[in-house]
Nanobody
Framework: QVQLVESGGGLVQAGGSLRLSCAAS????????VGWFRQAPGKEREFVAA????????NYADSVKGRATISRDNVKNTVYLQMNSLEPEDPAIYFC??????????????????WGQGTQVTVSS
């Protein structure tokens, strides 16, 4: 079992920045990566970014490339998502998640088995 707790969401002006945190606990050794997803009202949950715990390899959705940076602190068991130049399309509940072992595609929500409760990001124009 892996527990994930997000924090760092809030209200920010368009063009501003936020850093989201995802603190992992429990059997984190069984999870090779952490992904960030977001879901806006009336829309499906969409992939934002993912990072491998050990190798540090990262991948990003096209919609956030160049504006988002995912990083991890292996000592603190925490993954961060830095979002810059926030746009009106970015408001959503942001979730972090841990995938099932050997999941082939970290960009697919169905490959994740543990989810946090989410943190709300709101962008004002």
């Amino acid at each position: 079992q892996v527990q994930l707790v997000e924090s760092g969401g809030g209200l920010v002006q368009a063009g501003g920045s936020l850093r989201l945190s995802c603190a992992a606990s429990g059997r984190t050794s069984g999870s090779r990566a952490v992904g960030w997803f977001r879901q806006a009202p009336g829309k499906e949950r969409e992939f934002v970014a993912a990072i491998n715990w050990s190798a540090g390899s990262k991948n990003y959705a096209d919609s956030v490339k160049g504006r988002a940076t995912i990083s991890r602190d292996n000592v603190k068991n925490t993954v961060y998502l830095q979002m810059n130049s926030l746009e009106p399309e970015d408001p959503a509940i942001y979730f972090c998640a841990a995938p099932r072992p050997f999941a082939p595609d970290l960009g697919v929500a169905g490959n994740y088995v543990y989810w946090g409760q989410g943190t709300q990001v709101t962008v004002s124009s």
